[in-house]
């Protein structure tokens, strides 16, 4: 055989054994994303109990398209998109366990999903890590399996900046466009301002460098997404510009607030703080918070002197514009808010600590190593305590709910009924009972309707212990319970 038959068999074997090395190592990589995003889903059933019950903002997102009690009143700044998520389950089935396992088993999909985005930008290693910082946060743990949108956003967000990169960077990559629409649009379907607030850098990267395809992917996908929250705001709220100024209203009204303080106040387990005060919680649990930025910026230095500023600008410069509105221009704090943040910021806090422990002379790097395990395993440590406590503290209060609704029960308050009053709302959906009231954000009847309704169905009226009633419900029977006072009507039932 001759030379050149030789190298012409020669060539395809190499150009096999090439792609087929290739293949190995994007299948090994997947495999430890898909672990990591595993053991995330895991983590949730083990911590978040599936039988935690349904909070607040949850039975509203959920009574949308239940089976179980009648939709709650939608205020102006919410997105039908959590509500969508969950229909699958909600439509036909009440229990709570099922669903948490759905939304903990759909929320390991949606990060492994994003952290795949990002291959071919970082190492594999870089990502897992990552995938693992965010995952460990109390917050990501806490709100993974619960029916809210912020984790969605911020999925979306990680997914939506490594595609427009890899899209940057090959203009053929036809599934990173169909992921900017994607991502773009899973943003914008959960909470369409946060949408905009996380993909600013996305777009001027887009529109500055003039890459045509990614930036009418992104718009595409954020077109599609916000669009039903954009027709019903001209349906239900009186205009887009009149639902933008009811969210902001329904906020506090958005404008120049320091909230850095509130959201270190919120750090050791508040879900919501507002007011705000109190102290600051131990700072064994807060180090993380200033920790992280510090790890980013030096991911960016890393990335500047290894000439790939690009993948480490624009998760930080997305982590700042998403963080910003919740940082400086809201007058409370809940964690839940900087999930977007967390997750974008994570990509170049891991390069940063792997950097960390590998990059001192070879005598030294075991004491690196060691160091940053011992720093880790301390992190994830107390992420894991606070966790904890905050799911023990919130199945409590939710039980306490649950034996109100209960109560309600066995005085006769069955569906179809109206509840309105204190914590009305997620106790009228433990009920299976409509949610009513007559001032603040959830405003949605008056006195007089709900008086008139009284005359034909159940109707309970929850007070604090020492308030007194509206006028309409002072004659009704009324019982202690739960450090509240139920006055209720049930027409034909003794009232």
Known sequence: MTGSAHATIAGPRRDT?????????????????????????LAQLLLVRPGMGLGWDETVYVSQNSAHAPAAFFSAPRARGVSLLVAPVTSWSSSTPLLRVYLAVLSGL???????????????????LAGGLFA?????????????????????????????????????????????????ALMAWMRPMDAVWATLPLLALALLRRLRRPLAALLTGLAAG??????????????????????????????WHLALTDQVRSLGGRTLCRPCTGALPNPVVTVWWFVLPLLALLGLVLAVRARRRAATVVPLACAATAAFPYLFMIGYAAPRFLLPAYALLAIPAADALLHLATAPPRAWR????????LGLAAHVTVQLAVVRHLVRRTTADHAAWARTAAELHHLGVTPPCLL???????????????SADTAGPNANSTDTAIAATARSGPVAVLVPQGSRPPAYARDWPSAPFQGKRLYYAVPGGGS
């Open 226 to 255: 916000a669009a039903e929250w954009v027709i019903e705001a001209y349906v239900s709220y009186g205009g887009l510009a009149r639902r933008l100024s009811d969210g902001s209203a329904i906020q506090g009204g958005l404008g």
């Open 17 to 41: 054994a090439r792609h087929g090395h290739q293949g190995l190592a994007r299948h090994r990589a997947d495999a430890l994303l898909v672990t990591v995003a595993a053991l995330f889903t």
């Open 366 to 373: 075991p004491v690196a190593v060691t160091l940053v395990t």
């Open 136 to 184: 460990s946060l109390w917050v990501t743990l806490f709100y993974g399996p619960q029916a809210m949108p912020n984790y969605w956003v911020a999925v979306g967000a990680l997914a939506a900046a490594g595609h427009l990169l890899r899209a940057r960077a090959d203009r053929s990559d036809r599934a990173a466009l169909w992921g900017l629409v994607a991502s773009g």
């Open 110 to 128: 949606a990060l492994f999903l994003a952290l795949r985005a990002w291959r071919g930008l970082f190492p594999v290693r870089v990502l897992a």
């Open 420 to 434: 309105t009053g204190d914590e009305a709302l997620p106790i009228a959906f433990y009920t299976g009972c409509a």
